[in-house]
């Protein structure tokens, strides 16, 4: 079992940066690929990267590719999402989730884990 904590959400103005962390419980964390989602209101649940259980190799939603980067600490049992160049359409809940089913996963169904969300806002 995995259980997830988001933190470091919060209020932003647009070309501004956040770094939101998930810490994670449980002895499997090393060996699982983990993910960041986000959702606005109104919208559905997207994928914005996953990163391999190494902290190797990552994958990125051509939304985010190039404004924000994850990367983990295993030896912290936790994962970041550093996300710069902030804009209004950033606006939504993110969550982080844990998968066993490698770095290709970036569907929200293959991902058995997830957090309780943490608000990010950013304004114009």
């Known amino acids: 079992q995995v259980q997830l904590v988001e933190s470091g959400g919060g209020l932003v103005q647009a070309g501004g940066s956040l770094r939101l962390s998930c810490a994670a419980s449980?002895?499997?964390?090393?060996?699982?690929?983990m993910g960041w989602f986000r959702q606005a209101p109104g919208k559905e649940r997207e994928f914005l990267a996953v990163?391999?259980?190494?902290?190797?190799?990552?994958n990125y939603a051509d939304s985010v590719k190039g404004r924000f980067t994850i990367s983990r600490d295993n030896a912290k049992n936790t994962v970041y999402l550093q996300m710069n160049s902030l804009k209004p359409e950033d606006t939504a809940v993110y969550y982080c989730?844990?998968?066993?089913?490698?770095?290709?996963?970036?569907?929200?169904?293959?991902?058995?884990?997830w957090g309780q969300g943490t608000q990010v806002t950013v304004s114009s």
């Open positions: 990163i391999s259980w190494s902290g190797g190799s990552a």
């Open positions: 449980g002895r499997t964390f090393s060996s699982k690929a």
């Open positions: 989730a844990a998968t066993d089913r490698g770095i290709g996963s970036i569907h929200s169904a293959r991902y058995g884990y």
